[in-house]
T-cell receptor, first 112, second 116 residues
């Protein structure tokens, strides 16, 4: 157990809808990152939040957005869902400048 | 970020030592080598990290030659529960979070299958 919890574990949405995924970071960690993992692929970096500000983003469109709260928990929001958004979404918490990231078990999103 | 190349899959048997090699020819001076393990439907788990020579922990050893253009993850006496995907990552830890935020760059990893 890493101490990083994500909810929900599974979710089915219709194309065009919006979705919010949630993550509780490990205690004491001030950085949270989100990753998308398609079937058979490695996780792809979406973005990262540090002290409630987005400070890094991968190659994902603006319809992927997020928030980090004062208690370092986080949300990932995806608007106008597309079929290709079907994936495992992973949240990882860490301390600034440290490579060891602690991942949650992920949210399996299916877009139909 | 330095690109890595590792075998797509490997097979071994219980009780054997398994070595997974990763190539990273354009590794930069400030880059570290990090390995993660991932089981199906779970998030990746940090295994080990090193900069040069040899690093050992309770789970694995990491061997890095002097030129740092490759590295080898060694898993001693594997069991069926070591069946997983293993990812080799190379990058500057100071860029992962806080001041710089490149995120962790995962490739497709190595699918390790342990048989009885």
């Amino acid at each position: 157990e890493t101490g990083v919890t994500q909810s929900p574990t599974h979710l089915i949405k219709t194309r065009g809808q919006q979705v919010t995924l949630r993550c509780s970071s490990q205690s004491g960690h001030n950085t949270v990152s989100w990753y998308q993992q398609a079937l058979g692929q490695g996780p792809q970096f979406i973005f990262q939040y540090y002290r409630e500000e987005e400070n890094g983003r991968g190659n994902f469109p603006p319809r992927f957005s997020g928030l980090q709260f004062p208690n370092y928990s986080s949300e990932l929001n995806v608007n106008a869902l597309e079929l290709d958004d079907s994936a495992l979404y992973l949240c990882a918490s860490s301390l600034a400048g440290v490579t060891e990231a602690f991942f949650g078990q992920g949210t399996r999103l299916t877009v139909v | 970020l330095a690109k890595t190349t590792q075998p797509i899959s490997m097979d071994s048997y219980e009780g054997q030592e398994v070595n997974i090699t990763c190539s990273h020819n354009n590794i930069a001076t400030n880059d570290y080598i990090t390995w993660y393990q991932q089981f199906p439907s779970q998030g990746p788990r940090f295994i080990i990290q090193g900069y040069k020579t040899k690093v050992t922990n309770e789970v694995a050893s990491l061997f890095i030659p002097a030129d740092r253009k490759s590295s080898t993850l060694s898993l001693p006496r594997v069991s069926l529960s070591d069946t997983a995907v293993y990812y080799c990552l190379v990058g500057d830890p100071s860029m992962y979070s806080g001041g710089g935020a490149d995120g962790l760059t995962f490739g497709k990893g190595t699918h390790l299958i342990i048989q009885p």
